[in-house]
């Protein structure tokens, strides 16, 4: 778990491509597949687990609803 930077966010095929990277090494990226976009810039949590990642805010409150992410 940790805070991340949203760096790119793009769309094809249906599925939005959200491009983060932790912000203590932006050379690292983590592409998660969402159902919708989040804006690039901000700065957010995320949890990472075999076959699952979660993107959240402060509150806890998921910001991506996918039923399907995947950490590539």
């Known amino acids: ?3 991340v930077k949203v760096k790119l ?8 491509k959200i ?3 932790p912000i203590t090494d932006e050379n690292i ?3 998660v ?3 919708e976009p989040l804006e690039t810039g ?3 949590h995320l949890l990472a687990k075999p076959n699952k990642v ?7 409150s998921n910001l991506i ?3 399907t992410q995947i950490i590539k």
């Open 19 to 21: 491009v983060v990277s």
């Open 33 to 35: 597949d969402a159902e």
């Open 65 to 67: 609803t996918s039923k």
């Open 54 to 60: 979660k993107i959240f805010d402060l509150n806890g």
């Open 1 to 3: 778990m940790g805070i």
């Open 42 to 44: 901000i700065e957010t």
């Open 29 to 31: 990226d983590i592409i």
């Open 9 to 16: 966010v793009s769309y094809g095929a249906g599925i939005f």
